[in-house]
């Protein structure tokens, strides 16, 4: 369990204040794959290293699993830290050691005597499909079996807690996969929380149950994850998802084509069935421009863009009364 | 012809062997006292720079100081300069013992200032990594940055050894003996091209075999 309650993080720039974290609050339950989406220079990297406190809070107060963990120091810091891995954008393996000992290096920070190391770093190359590569050096690797390793480094020491700091930003789509295919696989079988942060809208529909939105150092948006694609609330929302349908609907379409509306369905709904029932009821002339559904955690979520054409407004009001029951209606205009 | 090579081999006869076990005394002594202390140096320099303690800042300003102010002296004046501290040190002032003393203290904040800049080269990423894992700073040390620095440091190392070969020539001429007084007793006082010749090809040859080993060591730890 991890807890932020009102933290701040302002730097010092040129005797200028700059806050980076604004009055943040947020729960992140036992267990929970939550995950912190936002533009560049939100603060998600700032608030996630305030956790193991590579960043200290400015003002506010940090829970990790029910301890407050704020002004922690020295030894008792070194142990928090013991409990909560971490792996970041560029991998950062030591480049100069062998990927045993990148692993063995997170079990020495823990005292683990030198007769277990090897065995428990064998047993961590093994979970994440490296057992082969012990003796090689980081360089050899893709940069899904680099960041493979770098998982197996911040497991090392069981932690209960998982940072993941833009974890797949620089990774081709087939390292995507294999990384969120090893990391899952891990969640499933071991009690983790993982607080991810990416600004890839893929990666956050394959791996997320929570997300929190961030922008200009401000959580503006924040909820299962299926909620916030389905239905955003916040404009930074909203550009973030934007980005994710948008590519499938030509230019051309929305510019000549009016009157579209981009139908959202939750969950398992029928709606061609809808499609042809209002359109015969209201004696209506509907053209689907495009159509989509996507799986958000194991749920499906399907977006229409049609074209309501009609002559009697009164109808079309009907049609549209009709279909806001079932899903959401929004006018669309190129955004949602 | 003959008799220039005559002269020469005679010289080298009788001066030959005194000159490289001088010469191996300075370098050996200087090289080893620097090569240690040049580190701990460089790592102390390194490690208070971005220390956030009152006491971190102050070691660091009084190194940082001392380091150049040592480096600004030019070797010849810094020779004179220890001779006190010298005798002090080791009860003579001329000798290979005696120079070894100048010799290393400019060899320490040479290296120093290079391990230093190997140091702080290190990928920020990687040390941060480490902190995330929970090491402690004495395991960050030993595991993470002397590992990730270490060609550069024996970069740095080879380096040192080959200005400290040059030193020692001049350490030579204020009493220090060795191959580079060789050539300037003999070479350049007394007209002795052989000599002169046979003590460059000599150094060149040791300065060669210093890069070469360096460079190899250094293409071993880099990955
Ligand atoms: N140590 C620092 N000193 C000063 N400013 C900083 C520091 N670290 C971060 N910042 C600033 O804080 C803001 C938030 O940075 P942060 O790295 O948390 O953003 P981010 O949301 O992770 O962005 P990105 O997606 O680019 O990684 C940025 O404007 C950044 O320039
Ligand atoms: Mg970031």
């Given amino acids: 369990m991890i807890k932020f309650d009102s933290v701040n993080v302002v730097f010092e720039r040129k005797n200028e204040q700059f806050t980076a974290v604004d009055n943040v609050s947020l729960q992140i339950d036992q267990g929970n794959f939550y995950g912190i989406v936002g533009p560049s220079g939100a603060g998600k990297s700032t608030l996630v290293r305030t956790v193991n406190l590579l960043q200290r809070p400015t003002s506010g107060n940090v829970f990790v699993n029910g301890q407050n963990v704020t002004s922690y120091k020295d030894k008792e810091l070194r142990d928090l830290r013991l409990g909560i891995g971490m792996i970041f954008q560029h991998f950062n393996l030591i480049k100069n050691a062998s990927i045993f000992s990148n692993v063995a290096l997170a079990l020495r920070a823990s005292n683990t005597p030198e007769n277990e190391i090897k065995n428990r770093v064998y047993e961590l190359l093994e979970l994440v499909g490296l057992k082969d590569k012990a003796d090689v050096f980081p360089n050899l690797l893709s940069g899904g079996q680099k960041q493979r390793v770098a998982i197996a480094r911040a497991l090392a020491n069981k932690p209960k807690i998982l940072l993941c700091d833009e974890a797949t930003s620089a990774l081709d789509p087939d390292n995507t996969k294999e990384v969120i295919a090893t990391l899952k696989s891990i969640k499933e079988n071991y009690p983790l929380t993982v607080l991810f942060i990416t600004h890839q809208m893929e990666v956050a529909k394959t791996l997320f149950d929570e997300v929190a939105v961030m922008e200009k150092g401000r959580v503006v948006e924040q909820g299962s994850c299926y909620d916030i694609f389905a239905h955003p609330q916040s404009q930074a929302a909203k550009n973030l998802i934007k980005c994710s349908i948008k590519g499938v609907i030509p230019e051309e379409i929305l510019a000549h084509e009016k009157d579209l509306y981009l139908i959202t369905y939750k969950e398992e709904c029928a709606y061609e069935s809808v499609i042809s029932y209002i359109s015969r009821q209201f004696n209506l002339d509907i053209s689907i421009i495009a159509g989509n559904i996507e799986y958000i955690q194991k749920k499906p979520l399907g977006r229409l863009l049609i074209s309501l054409k009609s002559s009697d407004e009164q109808s079309k009001a009907k049609a549209l009364a009709f279909i806001k029951e079932k899903a959401f209606v929004h006018e669309f205009n190129g955004e949602i | ?223």
């Fill in chain 2, 1 to 223: 012809m003959n008799e220039l090579i005559s002269s020469t081999v005679t010289i080298l006869q009788n001066e030959l062997y005194k000159a490289i076990y001088e010469t191996l005394i300075m370098l050996a002594i200087s090289f080893s006292l620097s090569l240690t202390c040049g580190t701990v140096l460089g790592f102390v320099l390194y490690l208070t720079t971005n220390g956030h303690s009152v006491k971190s800042k102050i070691v660091n300003k009084v190194t940082s100081a001392l380091v150049n102010f040592i480096r600004s002296i030019p070797f010849i004046i810094l020779v004179v300069f220890t001779l006190p501290f010298t005798f002090f040190l080791v009860g003579t002032k001329i000798g290979p013992i005696a120079a070894s003393v100048p010799l290393a203290i400019t060899a320490t904040v040479f290296l120093a200032r290079l391990v230093e800049i190997a140091l702080a080269e290190v990928d920020k990423g990687v040390l941060e990594a480490a902190y995330a894992c929970g090491a402690s700073e004495s395991l960050i040390i030993r595991r993470v940055l002397l590992v990730e620095a270490a060609p550069a440091i024996l970069r740095g190392i080879t380096v040192t050894f080959i200005s400290l070969i040059g030193f020692s020539a001049m350490a030579g001429m204020v009493g220090g003996g060795g191959i580079g007084n060789l050539a300037v007793q003999y070479g350049y006082y007394r007209y002795e091209t052989g000599i002169m010749i046979f003590t460059i090809v000599f150094l060149v040859i040791i300065v060669q075999i210093a890069q070469h080993v360096g460079d190899f060591l250094a293409k071993k730890l880099s990955h």
